[in-house]
C-alpha cells in the first residue's frame, strides 16, 4: 500500500503541477486571465493540503491509510472544484 500511495503521489504533484502551468501560463482573453489565476492557485492549494501531507507521512512510514486517502483525495477535490465551476455557467 505505501508504494501505492506514493505513486499517487507523484502523479498528483504532477499533474497539479501540469494544471498550474497552463493555467498560470495561458494566453486567454484578459477578462477572464483572472479566472485562470484563480483555478490554478485552487489546483495549488489542493495539491499542498493533500498531495503534500500524504508524501510526509509515506517519508515517515506513519498512517499508511490516511496517507493513502490524502493521496486520493485531490483527484476527487479537483473533480469537485471543475464540477463546481460547470455549474456556475449560464
Excluded: H
Amino acid at each position: 500500500m505505501p508504494r501505492v500511495a506514493f505513486i499517487l503521489c507523484l502523479f498528483d504533484l504532477a499533474a497539479a503541477l501540469l494544471v498550474a502551468a497552463l493555467l498560470f501560463g495561458s494566453g486567454s482573453d484578459p477578462a477572464t486571465r483572472g479566472l485562470d489565476v484563480a483555478a490554478g492557485g485552487a489546483v495549488v492549494l489542493i495539491a499542498a493540503l493533500t498531495a503534500l501531507p500524504s508524501l510526509v507521512l509515506l517519508r515517515g512510514d506513519r498512517a499508511r491509510r490516511a496517507a493513502l486517502a490524502l493521496a486520493a483525495a485531490f483527484p476527487l477535490l479537483c473533480l469537485l472544484l471543475l464540477l463546481v465551476a460547470l455549474a456556475a455557467l449560464p
